[in-house]
Every structure is written in structure tokens, then in C-alpha cells.
């Protein structure tokens, strides 16, 4: 079973920055996918940020150019560097691993980090 344990949620200012980090209780390089997801209280879950096997990123338009996805094989962790927060920013950040597996789509998840931004 693959567990994922966020961190690094917190209550910031707007123009802040924050780091989350998700430890994987397994090899990440052995999923095809590594995401961070967020869901704002009466708003649907979005993917904000993800990152393959190969190192290939993807952001939400609402990210680019301020957040920053990377990943650390060796320690198993994910981390999602997030600079000039904005209050829209606020929201529970979830940590998410993908893999395909002979054609069947598995996805686990992390308990999720709450991320406030608020002056």
C-alpha cells in the first residue's frame, strides 16, 4: 500500500512563500506520475501541479510562473515550491501518485495540507 504524508501547510501572508513536501512510503521513481492537487471549501479538487518519471512538469495556469514542482528520487519526496501566494491560493493541498499498471489506472493519495493565505 502506498503512503503519502504531506507537509508544510501553514497560514501565510499574501506575497509569501511556503514549501510542501510529500513523502512516499514507496520508490516514487516507480510511479509514472507525481501531483499536487487542491481543493478550496465549496470547490471542486484541481491538479495544480504534476511531474512525471522523466521530469517532465505541468502546472495550472493559476501556478505557472509562481509555483514549482520537483522531486528528490533518493528520498522519496515530492515538494512544491510555492512563491507570491495569493488569498485564491488558500486551500486544502493534496499530494497525489499515479501508475498505470497493465491498462488499470491506480491513484493514491495523502491526507492534505492546509494552505491559508490571508493578511
Known amino acids: 500500500q502506498v503512503q503519502l504524508v504531506e507537509s508544510g501547510g501553514g497560514l501565510v501572508q499574501p506575497g509569501e512563500s511556503l514549501r510542501l513536501s510529500c513523502a512516499a512510503s514507496?520508490?516514487?521513481?516507480?510511479?509514472?506520475?507525481m501531483n499536487w492537487y487542491r481543493q478550496a471549501p465549496g470547490k471542486e479538487r484541481e491538479l495544480v501541479a504534476g511531474?512525471?518519471?522523466?521530469?517532465?512538469?505541468n502546472y495550472a495556469d493559476s501556478a505557472k510562473g509562481r509555483f514549482t514542482i520537483s522531486r528528490d528520487n533518493a528520498k522519496n519526496t515530492v515538494y512544491l515550491q510555492m512563491n507570491s501566494l495569493k488569498p485564491e491560493d488558500t486551500a486544502v493541498y493534496y499530494c497525489?501518485?499515479?501508475?498505470?499498471?497493465?491498462?488499470?489506472?491506480?491513484?493514491?493519495w495523502g491526507q492534505g495540507t492546509q494552505v491559508t493565505v490571508s493578511s
Open positions: 511531474i512525471t518519471t522523466g521530469g517532465t512538469t
Open positions: 514507496v520508490s516514487i521513481f516507480s510511479m509514472n506520475a
Open positions: 497525489n501518485a499515479r501508475s498505470w499498471i497493465h491498462g488499470d489506472l491506480y491513484d493514491y
